[in-house]
């Protein structure tokens, strides 16, 4: 088996030494949202079996779910061929991976010219994250 330290020199991290990340359901294969890992992210997503990401706005981890409940419990971990892309394939906690409260992030479509909002709101965001100033 190959090492932590070896497979995070696989990885062609962006200037920023992060990788963009697609989560995936690992059942019905639905694209559920993309995020952001750096080489700590991903060796915790490994160590942990759980998704954690690189909040860029927070400059920070962040574990997916720590305030959601939401939790992405690992299935299965891939990398794209040229080494700069990250898809895992993940079992969504609750159905809702969106901070909107929408069970993904790619809820708007383009239709005739405009986006259209495709997927209803299951949970309010305020009734997951409460009212934060």
Not at 58 to 72: D, M, N, T, Y
Not at 85 to 108: D, S
Request: glycine share 8%.
């Amino acid at each position: 088996m190959t090492e932590p330290d070896t497979l995070l020199q696989d990885i062609k991290w962006n200037e920023q030494g992060l990788i963009p990340v697609i989560a995936q359901d690992w059942q019905s294969g639905e694209v559920l949202m993309l995020a952001w890992m750096n080489s700590d992210a991903l060796q915790l997503t490994i160590s942990e079996g759980r998704a954690v990401y690189w909040s860029r706005s927070r400059q920070a981890l962040w574990r997916k779910g720590e305030e959601s409940g939401h939790v992405q419990y690992l299935k299965e971990l891939c990398i794209d061929c040229d080494a700069d892309t990250i898809l895992i394939k993940v079992e969504q906690i609750g159905g809702i991976a969106c901070h909107t409260g929408r069970r993904n992030c790619f809820y708007q479509r383009m239709e005739q010219g405009v986006w259209r909002v495709t997927d209803h709101v299951i949970k309010q965001p305020e009734d997951i994250y409460g009212n934060k100033p």
